[in-house]
């Protein structure tokens, strides 16, 4: 077999880059590829459907030029609640005065604004707070009439036009996904994307809503940024493929000190349900305009990895920054060095979940343990629809996974799970055929050499998925 260019990653975490300004030529995008990202993501939150569709023809080039597939995940809007506009562009509340919000569109002063969200003056109750501007002001209701909530201002500071509004103690009765959500999703899921990230969770039929949509053409990637989805966490993992922590948002409507406990919470539930959890927003945020970031910064991707996520995402950093290439280098730099510490295995093999009671799962645990008793070189998992590899990566394996599947679909899918390196090859016919295509693959793909053992994991017959079922040990020639 032809040899591939050398972009074996030397890691099992994953990294997102987002695209933006900073990153929307293709010698930008090819040394952020080259430099350890595995997913691009494209925010839907701004551009046109045209640069959108520019992008993936990109990322699509970068495919062909280096034979690797590359996940997109298309990350949607969701509702925005915003303030109106003020009379002057901008006032000041003061701490402990009253201040209305009403569904009165004139132009707002000192005293009150329009807030065109009935469904928040509907569901709020006295004692509601509102927090204004990303948090930065805090409003509590103490009275409410059908078209107006008055408030008290717990925080003062200036508000400025069309800043936005959060209600974190209350479940608002707005769909998760708007009419323009609604035509990004269709354009996405046309172009290939591999995920699509769903903002604005708070119900389990909101997840539901978005799986409709997409009807399988993608996964659902559930970004996990309200405190009431915390409240369903269990049933949301249950009915989403992939999840991320969007500590931003989820920072905005939960107290600091809640958010690293919601994201330990988080990730530990996602990887006992094998779903690929995401740790995401402002990992190395000041490298948007510095070249190296904080130790702070560094710590916080450390613990990312250190807890078992799969994949840690940079957003500004990537998109609007100043240093692109440098941010997804410290990345990469920052995930295989803790990946190289005893103390990291320690406590991955020491916080790996409880094995799932059904073959395939049984068949992972022992592709795992198997390889780890004989020091194989690879785990070589045959799947038809990513969930193999999936399983295999829930026991976080010391040996580097290979995820072999037919189509190019399921292989972007897979470039966003812990250790897995995605190749497309054409089905086996037999067991005897998976093994002697394993070994090709493996020794091609430089994770073996001659003489050196590897384990297969497959399902027959094949073709079928969620038929993992068979498991050996074969010898590299």
Request: aromatic fraction near 4%; hydrophobic fraction near 45%.
């Amino acid at each position: 077999m032809a040899a591939r260019p050398k972009l074996r990653r030397r890691r099992r975490t994953k990294i997102i880059a987002t695209l933006g300004p900073s990153s929307s030529s293709i010698e930008t995008l090819t040394r952020l590829f080259q430099a350890g990202a595995d997913v691009f993501r494209l925010n839907f939150s701004h551009g046109t459907h045209e640069d959108h569709a520019a992008r993936i023809a990109m990322i699509r080039e970068l495919e062909q030029r280096f034979d690797r597939p590359i996940g997109i995940l298309a990350d949607v809007q969701g509702p925005k609640l915003r303030v109106g506009r003020f009379g002057g562009g901008r006032v000041q509340l003061q701490t402990g005065q009253t201040f209305r919000l009403d569904l009165n569109p004139t132009p707002g002063d000192r005293d009150r604004v329009n807030l065109p969200h009935p469904e928040i003056i509907e569901a709020a109750a006295i004692g509601s707070t509102l927090l204004l501007d990303d948090g930065k002001l805090r409003l509590r209701v103490t009275r409410k009439r059908a078209d107006a909530l008055e408030t008290e201002c717990v925080v003062g500071g200036p508000l400025s036009d069309r800043k936005g509004v959060n209600v974190p103690d209350v479940v608002l009765p707005i769909p998760a996904l708007t009419a323009k959500d609604r035509e990004d999703l269709d354009f996405a899921v046309a172009h290939g994307v591999s995920y699509i990230g769903l903002s604005f969770v708070q119900r389990p039929e909101d997840v539901m809503e978005a799986r409709h949509l997409i009807a399988g053409r993608a996964w659902t990637m559930v970004k996990l940024e309200k405190p009431q989805a915390l409240d369903n966490l269990e049933t949301i993992l249950d009915l989403t493929d992939a999840v991320m922590v969007a500590r931003g948002d989820l920072g905005v409507e939960l107290p600091p000190e809640e958010v690293p406990l919601a994201q330990k919470r988080i990730v530990r539930l996602a990887r006992r349900m094998g779903k690929p959890v995401v740790v995401a927003t402002q990992m190395l945020e000041s490298m948007i305009s510095a070249p190296a970031p904080t130790r702070a910064e560094a710590s916080d991707v450390a613990t990312a990895v250190f807890d078992g996520a799969d994949a840690v995402m940079l957003s500004g950093e990537t998109a609007a920054g100043q240093y692109p290439y440098e941010a997804v280098n410290m990345m990469d730099r920052i995930v295989a060095r803790v990946e190289q510490d005893a103390e990291w295995r320690a406590l991955i093999d020491s916080s790996r979940p409880p094995p799932e009671t059904h073959t395939a799962a049984a068949i992972a645990a022992g592709a795992a343990q198997i390889a780890a008793t004989i020091h194989a070189k690879a785990i070589v998992a045959f799947t038809d629809s990513g969930s193999t590899a999936l399983r295999v990566a829930r026991e976080r394996p010391a040996a580097p996974v290979i995820g072999l599947t037919r189509t190019a679909e399921v292989a972007r899918r897979m470039a966003v799970i812990w250790g897995v390196h995605a190749v497309v090859s054409h089905d086996a016919h037999s067991m005897t055929d998976a093994v002697n295509r394993a070994s090709r693959i493996a020794l091609s793909e430089g994770f073996a050499s001659h003489g050196e053992e590897i384990v297969v994991a497959a399902g027959v017959p094949f073709g079928q998925s969620g038929t993992t079922n068979a498991l050996r040990v074969a010898t590299v020639k």
